[in-house]
């Protein structure tokens, strides 16, 4: 994989960056998911997690099992913030 | 040249190896999950001077100074912007607290002010101004990015020779008589040890734990962990609420768009107490809680979706000041951070790294204000003032 492959569609985050900072030592997903804000977007990592997960896993000489997922955040999908906050005309 | 173990892989452990290897010292860091996992890479991100007492607008102020000059310093773009603070009246007797705060901050050069809702309206687009009398506007607060801070601290840190270990969990000390000789730690299944001069507890939630490791009693600095959440939004225009804006006296409630990606953080003074140190599950009283003051601060937010919802720990000392100093000869504690340890971090750190290596600080930091050792002793300052 090289040039401009998106990985990250929501945040625009290319693989050339990911493969960069795995090489400057930056292995853990979680650190990885927040330095380059990789899904944390509006899909939250439904389209990108995966693919970052395979990424890791060629460059660490990892099973894609052994690496764990990152923590999910509710809620799934996202919510109107005026349903939530108990109507319109409140 | 001495060895020194740090213990807590946040902002305040990561950013006080740094300062101790720029002041010549052997450092080895040492982080049981992964490095930010902690409360730092769940905070709000601010940074405000606009304390309501003089060791904390003093350090603070220095902070910002810091925090002005960090990104040259590290040499990594680290996204800090003075961005102001902007806190919100909902009454006469609050607006003649902020008075007083005010001329508490400006005795310090802090250059605070009042501000009429007109003011305050073109400074937050989209604030509803009905319920507000005033507000308190320091354009120098701001917020920057904790993800980049801490990894530019770690880089600059390793560059310089810490030994910085995650995933490596401290398990005990050796003691001869008080004196720590070594740290024992586990990594991959494996315990082992070093051998060590001096060891700074920086692990805020878990500090009495490793203070019990130290030999000293659980309680000695009490910090109760209560779990603090925020919602953030999908991403609005920039510039829509720049500021961390809060009206106290609506439970601490705020907003503050995100720096990065223009999302609204909202927080409140919704708080559980802990269930334990795994309990991060957010929870729903907050979400709904949180978006009715998100609300009436910024009515168009009703059209917004809610997109994350997390929680990390604010670990509280009896006052809400941090304790920071020397509880042993060769052990020192910089913990106990509630809603502000990433803000006061670049003064902290150094002072501590400054504590460690030479004795003395050059920051004026108080440290009779923040003396460890103030509880056993039974004495309490003014509670810190605790939103992000
Ligand atoms: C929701 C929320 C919003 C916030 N907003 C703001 C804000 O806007 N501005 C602000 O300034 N502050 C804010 N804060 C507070 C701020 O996040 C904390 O005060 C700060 O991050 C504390 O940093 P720390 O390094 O002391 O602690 P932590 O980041 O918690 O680091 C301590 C570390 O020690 C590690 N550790 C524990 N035990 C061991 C062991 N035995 N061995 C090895 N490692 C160990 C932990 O894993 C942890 O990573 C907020 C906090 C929360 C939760
Ligand atoms: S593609 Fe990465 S968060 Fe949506």
């Known amino acids: 994989m090289s040039g401009k492959v998106i990985i990250c569609r929501c945040n625009d985050v290319t693989a050339d960056e990911i493969e960069a900072l795995i090489d400057s030592g930056v292995t853990d997903i979680e650190e990885i998911k927040r330095l380059l804000r990789i899904g944390m977007g509006p899909c939250q990592g439904r389209t990108c997690i995966p693919l970052v997960i395979s990424i890791l896993a060629r460059k660490t000489g990892k099973r894609p099992e052994e690496i764990p997922l990152p923590k999910t955040r509710v809620p799934i999908r996202p919510v109107r913030v005026g349903v939530l906050a108990g109507g319109d005309d409140e | 040249m001495s060895k020194i173990a740090v213990i ?263 708080e559980h107490e802990a269930r334990g140190l795994n309990d991060v599950e957010p929870t729903y009283d907050f979400l709904r809680g949180v978006l009715r003051y998100a609300v009436m601060m910024a009515p168009p937010l009703k059209y917004a979706h809610v997109i994350r919802q997390w929680a990390g720990f604010y670990a509280k000392t009896p006052d809400r000041n941090p304790a920071i100093g020397k509880l042993l000869e060769d052990f020192y504690i910089s913990a106990g951070f509630s809603g502000h340890g990433f803000m006061m971090a670049p003064a902290v750190a150094q002072a501590m790294a400054e504590l460690i290596a030479r004795g003395r600080s050059k920051v004026p930091i108080d440290w009779e204000w923040y003396d460890p050792y103030r509880f056993e002793r039974g004495e309490l300052h003014t509670s810190a003032f605790q939103i992000g």
Request: a negative charge; glycine letters at 10%.
């Open chain 2, 8 to 270: 807590g892989g946040g902002i305040i452990g990561v950013a006080t190896a740094y300062e101790l290897a720029k002041l010549g010292e052997d450092v080895i860091l040492f982080e049981k999950n992964y490095f930010g996992s902690g409360s730092t890479f769940r905070c709000a991100s601010g940074i405000r001077a606009q304390f309501t007492d003089e060791a904390n607008v003093r350090l603070m102020k220095y902070a910002v100074e810091r925090w002005e000059r960090l990104e040259d310093e590290l040499g990594f773009d680290i996204n800090f912007r003075q961005t102001g603070y902007l806190f919100l009246a909902t009454s006469e007797e609050e607006i003649e607290a902020f008075k007083a705060n005010i001329r508490l901050q400006n005795r310090f050069g802090v250059p605070t002010r009042l501000i009429d809702m007109d003011e305050a309206k073109e400074i937050v687009p989209i604030l509803n101004p009905e319920p507000f009398l005033a507000g308190t506007w320091n354009p120098r607060d701001g917020k920057a990015n904790p993800f980049k801070t801490l990894f530019a601290y770690l880089f600059r840190a390793r560059e310089m020779g810490v030994d910085a270990r995650e995933h490596t969990e401290v398990i005990g000390f050796e003691r001869e008589g008080d004196e720590i000789t070594a740290v024992r730690y586990r990594s991959r299944g494996k315990a082992e040890s070093v051998k060590v001069d001096a060891v700074l507890n920086a692990t805020n939630a878990w500090a009495p734990t490793i203070n019990e490791m130290a030999g000293l009693k659980r309680g000695i600095v009490p910090i109760k962990v209560y779990k603090h959440q925020l919602v953030k939004t999908e991403l609005l225009e920039k510039g829509q609420a720049e500021p961390l804006v809060c009206p106290p006296s609506w439970n601490d409630a705020y907003i503050i768009q995100d720096g990065e990606d223009g999302g609204i953080i909202c927080g409140a003074g919704i």
